[in-house]
């Protein structure tokens, strides 16, 4: 399996960590004065949408997810009681897809009719996408 070290992190890397594929959401490199340079990183679970922070020391290493990516189109929304659907179009088979707004985060309000998206798949299941 493939690693990636601390000095390769950046925001919209994707990463394993504690079982389920994450993104990397803001990563801040700290170099105290006295003692080891370590990073604050700001991560998002793919799976759940669950956002929160952890410290990483200089030199740790985590493991690469085993993801598949499409080429997806957005369609519509569609305002439903427990919030916003948003629906897609797998470009290569046709088949719809559609997530709801705690998937997407800050994203949708940048889509717009058409838009070509990239659709980030683990395990057979469609858990975000990626826009432009």
Partial sequence: MSNYS???????LKVMLD???????????????????FN?????NLRSGRVWDRTFKSGDKVGLPNLEF??????????????????FMDTSSYEQFELREEDLDDQAQWLVDD??????????RI???ELP
Avoid at 40 to 44: E, F, P, Q, T, Y
Avoid at 119 to 124: F, H, K, Q, T
């Fill in 6 to 12: 601390t000095n390769e992190f950046r925001s919209g």
């Fill in 40 to 44: 604050r990183v700001k991560l998002r």
């Fill in 70 to 87: 499409r080429s997806a189109q957005y369609l519509y929304s569609s305002p439903e009681a427990e919030g916003t659907v948003y629906n």
């Fill in 115 to 124: 838009l070509e998206v990239r659709a980030v798949i683990y395990n057979e």
């Fill in 19 to 37: 079982g389920d594929p994450c993104s990397i959401l803001d990563n801040e490199l700290v170099k105290p004065g006295k003692g080891q340079a």
């Fill in 127 to 129: 858990v975000c996408v």
